[in-house]
């Protein structure tokens, strides 16, 4: 808590991923404790406990993907395992004392707002219905698996899945296997059940960059220092933070030099690693490096240079019965097809129907591309606040950062709302549309200048092309606006009973904000 102070509002959190928790903790550290986490599943985790896939890991280092407040202090490993990033999410909420205010098995369908009233009803899939004076939509940008429509899939009689929802049950012991897709998942899984199988064809549309991932064991005598000494934690955390603002973000703006240097590191790294010229000119991507998310693997072009593995670049046309058919009219038996398909990533909070002020559906709202001032507020949707909403996802950094960031303004906004109601002041919050476009504008202006707004597709952007997921300057940049709320972006609180007027709502600020910039 920052000013020893209890505060009260009912807040509402949607999901208990790495979000929904920085947000619970956040809270508490502001002195509220009246909230609920709604989380659909049994389990924490969002997902990191919904991708089981045998391979599934994380290609950020682990000491900067974790939270400032939980520093990473298991230091054998760089990169950590799925099992290990869940069970650093499971103790996070057991250390901070989350886990009493989670809900499972609570799926939120439908937030909708009560202008009368001004508060927002939850409608959960099994029919009851909450109440909040404060929505915080935690759900995830990769949450809801994007499983294509191929002809002919529901007639296949073997055994299907999408990497997010893996059959467990479903032994890979000499079976013939197609999986489908060559982003991060796939190339995490692939060489993970490689060994097990005996035929594997990897169904690619577009080739993706490669980089070696570096993860070789700490020497254990700076494993040592990194968990036993803050100071090193600390400065090592900060030196893998300043690297990828120095290195990767210039390249995903278009520096030249960087983004040429990184194109013949990837380049090497696939020469090394397949041997056949014809495989290789199939895998060599045509577009910038970093316009889709640079794949890290140290195992994936060795994998796919394998005798029993065949990387399949003709589309696919139908799944049969027994296989998949592509294009060129070449049946591929399988027993067995893993859908690494991605995630249904530019429609944000659905299925879950938002619906604010006047009746108004945030889908149509978004219908030309989601958009929320700071990622977080939308106008006409009061007392709503998004985490890892439109435009806050990271392409060169740790996504734990813009999270925290989030979490720490949403909880001093709550904060804020809180004090107004225990001194007889209209506790709203709405965003205006005018700080909406300029805030808009501005990310626009920036997107356009990277690279993801080159040729190729990816889940960064619709299928219009509009860039509605990444954010695009200094990960500082977006730690320094949003950590304070700024009283011209907001409405003038409503009278009771009223509809809201103006600009320039908030007129205090609360306390110094809770440090999150390295
Ligand atoms: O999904 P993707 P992902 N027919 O969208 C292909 C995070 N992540 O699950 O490129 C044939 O990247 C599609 O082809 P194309 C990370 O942020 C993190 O792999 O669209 N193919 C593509 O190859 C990552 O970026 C970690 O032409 C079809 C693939 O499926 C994000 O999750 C680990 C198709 C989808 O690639 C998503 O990664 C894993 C179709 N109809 C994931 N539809 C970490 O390490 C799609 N494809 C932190």
Redesign the pocket.
């Known amino acids: 808590m920052t000013d020893g102070r209890r505060r009260h509002v009912e807040v509402a959190v949607i999901g208990s991923g790495f979000a929904g928790l920085a947000a619970a903790v956040q809270l508490k550290r502001q002195g509220i404790e009246s909230f609920t986490v709604y989380e659909k599943a049994g389990d924490l985790g969002g997902t990191w406990r919904d ?1 089981t896939y045998p391979g ?5 280092p682990s000491h900067l ?1 974790s939270y400032t407040f939980a520093p990473y202090r298991d230091s054998r490993v760089r990169y950590p395992g799925q099992p290990q990033v869940l069970e650093y999410l499971r103790a996070c909420a057991r250390e901070h004392g989350v886990e009493r205010h989670v809900r499972y098995g609570t799926e939120i369908t439908a937030v909708r707002y009560d202008d009368g009233r001004g508060q927002w009803t939850l409608h959960t899939a099994d029919g009851r219905t909450h109440t909040a004076d404060v929505v915080v939509s935690a759900v995830g940008q ?1 949450h809801r698996p ?1 499983v ?1 429509a ?1 002809p002919g899939a529901e007639d296949f009689e073997g055994t299907a899945f999408h ?2 929802r893996w059959d467990h049950g479903h032994p890979l012991e000499g079976r013939s296997v197609a999986v ?9 899984v692939v060489p993970a059940i490689a060994g097990r199988v005996r035929r594997l064809y990897v ?4 080739a ?1 960059w490669v980089l070696p991932k570096p993860d070789a064991r700490f020497h254990p005598a700076l494993s040592l220092l990194l968990r036993t000494v803050p100071a090193a934690h600390r400065a090592y955390r900060s030196l893998l933070f300043r690297r990828s603002e120095a290195v990767l973000l210039p390249a995903l703006r278009g520096n030249r030099l960087i983004g040429g240097l990184l194109r013949t590191m990837a380049l090497r790294h696939l020469r090394a690693g397949v041997p056949d010229p014809g495989l290789r000119a199939r895998l060599t991507p045509d577009f910038a490096v970093g316009c ?2 640079i794949v ?1 693997s140290s195992d994936w072009y060795p994998t796919l240079a394998r005798d029993h593995v065949e990387v399949v670049t003709q589309p ?1 046309a139908r799944v049969t019965q027994k296989g998949i058919e592509t294009s060129d009219g070449v049946h591929r038996e399988v027993d067995t097809i893993i859908y ?4 249904r990533t530019t429609e944000f909070l659905a299925p879950m129907t938002v619906t604010g002020r006047e009746g108004r559906d945030l889908g149509e709202v978004w219908r030309g591309g989601a958009r929320a001032y700071l990622g977080i507020h939308v106008p006409d949707f009061p007392n709503l606040f998004l985490m890892y909403g439109p435009n806050t996802n990271l392409g060169h950094n740790s996504v734990i950062l813009t999270l925290e960031a989030q979490a720490v303004h949403i909880a001093r906004c709550v904060a804020l709302l809180a004090d107004r109601r225990a001194a007889g002041a209209g506790a709203v919050m709405e965003a205006t549309p005018q700080a909406l476009q300029a805030w808009q504008e501005r990310v626009d202006e920036g997107s356009a200048h990277t690279v993801w707004a080159g040729s ?4 960064f952007k619709t299928g219009d092309g509009v860039l509605t997921n990444n954010w695009p300057f200094r990960t500082t940049l977006y730690q320094r606006l949003t950590a304070r709320p700024d009283p011209a972006a907001f409405r003038r609180p409503p009278p009771p009973g009223g509809t809201s007027a103006g600009a320039g709502g908030l007129r205090h600020v609360p306390d110094q904000p809770t440090r999150t910039e390295l």
């Open positions: 991708n599934a890991g994380c290609d950020i993907y990769l994007n294509p191929l990497t997010a489908v897709g060559t982003g991060s998942s796939a190339a995490q169904h690619q549309r577009t993706n889709k998310r890290l696919i690494a398909t991605g995630f190729c597709t990816s889940w």
